[in-house]
């Protein structure tokens, strides 16, 4: 068997889909097809059922892609040694990022990182964090951008920033007046929401304490986009949360709708989480090294405020 033999059945136990794990692969699907038979030959062995839709892992199948992965792992860190010792930076690094980061974290630092290191490509993909967890668990992913601790015994975290959350109010709202708010005196009733699966939802609930979340509004409307609650709330009533990066391009208009925390703020940290098997040690480190070169200074500080887990 060889190296490319046991990629493909990596990619279909990931995808549980032949097509899809030939797609992932860059080859045909009776490419894909014909070289997994050759294994189940070769072991005597049926790896994959394929009567079921999605395709099923057969139990010995399962055993033998755990080792599977752990070989391709192996071999590919060969190819790391080699690049580490020529000091070649290159290769392919995959990177998934919660949405209440990506569109203010990625410009600060994405277009510095890919001119120092041209022959690095990047692939970045928007994910909730449970599917980004997924992802690093599967090597779909190699690293990953995301609020923690986790607590995740698969995941090694490394602490990027820790940033605040700032309430974004409606000028209608009868707190508007003040400059500074208290946890005490937020209502999650009042609140417009990211939907279910946002980390960043957890995180609001978790700042407004036990309260109810049982609207008493005519209209509920929950979003996959800060940017959608910011403009519900010019346009309604009724305020959202936003963390620190969001509110650092705000307009002179928009900034009259940002009202602080008193002490101690709310915080959240951002953290790269990584498989506690990974590859790619070189090209993450310096993932590492540009993000928290290009960040506010303001958030490097992890003695802030009140840290707010998501889980």
Request: contains cysteine; proline residues 4%.
């Amino acid at each position: 068997m060889t190296i490319t033999q046991l990629e493909y059945i990596i990619a279909v136990d990931t995808y549980k889909n032949f097509a899809e794990a030939a797609r992932h692969c860059f080859v045909t699907q009776p490419t894909l097809s014909m070289q997994i038979k050759k294994i189940e030959e070769e072991l005597d062995v049926l790896i994959f059922d394929r009567s079921k839709k999605p395709v099923l892992t057969t139990d010995i199948g399962l055993q033998i892609i755990n080792q599977a992965r752990i070989t391709v792992q192996e071999a590919y860190r060969i190819k790391e040694v080699i690049q580490t010792q020529k000091d070649e930076i290159k290769g392919e690094l995959k990177i998934g990022i919660i949405p209440t980061l990506s569109p203010y974290l990625l410009p600060l630092f994405i277009t510095k990182f890919m001119q120092k290191y041209p022959e690095v490509n990047l692939v970045v993909e928007e994910l909730l964090s449970d599917s980004i967890i997924d992802k690093l668990n599967n090597d779909i992913l190699d690293v990953g951008i995301l609020v923690t601790p986790i607590k995740t015994r698969s995941i090694i975290e490394i602490p990027l920033f820790y940033e605040t959350f700032s309430v974004y109010m409606s000028t209608k709202h009868p707190l508007s007046n003040k400059s500074n708010i208290d946890f005490t005196e937020l209502d999650i009733n009042e609140m417009w929401l990211l939907k279910e699966g946002h980390c960043f939802r957890s995180q609001v609930i978790n700042i407004c304490g036990d309260t109810d979340l049982n609207s008493k509004n005519q209209l509920r409307f929950e979003s996959g986009s800060l940017e959608t609650l910011k403009r519900i709330v010019e346009k309604q009533y009724g305020y959202t949360l936003l963390p620190e990066l969001a509110t650092f391009d705000l307009s002179e208009r928009r900034k009259k709708y940002v009202k602080h925390f008193k002490e101690p703020k709310p915080v959240r940290e951002v953290s790269l989480i990584i498989h506690r098997s990974y590859m790619k040690r070189k090209l993450i480190e310096l993932l590492q090294e540009e993000i928290q070169a290009n960040i506010p200074e303001s958030l490097k500080d992890k003695t802030r405020g009140r840290l707010i887990e998501w889980v």
